[in-house]
Structure formats: C-alpha cells, structure tokens
C-alpha cells in the first residue's frame, strides 16, 4: 500500500471522527444563523489581530487587553460559538496528535549540537 493510499485512508477516517462529527454539525448550526456567525467572525479577527500584533513584538495595551477579555466573556455567553470554539480545539488537537504521531520517529533536517550526521568542513 502506497503512502498517499495510507492518507487518504487517514482522511476518511479523520472525517468519521467524533471529533470531526461534533465539529462539522456545530459549524453548519453557527453558518445557518448570521447574527451568531457574525459575532463569531468579529471574535476571531479581533483575536487575530492582536495575536498579529504581539507576534510583530508589539505589546497590548491594557484597553486592548480589557477589550478582548470583555469580547471573551459575551462570546462564550453564546452556547452555540462555545461549542464550536470547543469542537475547533478539539479537531485541532487530534491533527497535531496525527502530525506528531506521523513526524515523530523520521529524521529530517540538518540537526545541529546533537553530532548526527556532521561533517567536518574546513574553515
């Protein structure tokens, strides 16, 4: 069985997940509504935005931080963005688990202080 049959294997298998079950019926209940699905989308632009900004080496402001932890607390008041905030974590947890599962044991790169595979260059 070749790699890429293995992944599409993994795929389908992904996709008849509980995780990705309970994810994919909670998205299509927040896209169906337009108040709830424009809430979410403004949580998560501010959310990206000041992720952008500390990311850029800027630091929040307390108004900004008081802001987005005001934001927090009516979004999670929403059952329906709570859950899919919570399915979201959750499909994204089992991705990461399957990434680490599949790239934990292959030895790629060039790794350096560890003295694998060093060749000795002269200067």
Known sequence: ??????????????????????????REKIMANEKTLGMLKDYQQEQIKLQSKQLSGQELSEEERERFE???EIIELNSDIKKYLESEYQISVLLNDIQNIIFSDLDIGIHGGDGDNKEKHPE
């Not at 992944?7 to 389908?12: H, I, P, T």
């Not at 997940?17 to 309970?22: H, I, L, M, P």
């Open 1 to 26: 069985m070749s790699v890429y049959d293995i992944a599409n294997r993994l795929a389908r298998a992904v996709k008849k997940s509980q995780q990705y079950t309970d994810y994919k019926k909670i």
């Open 70 to 72: 005001k934001l927090k």
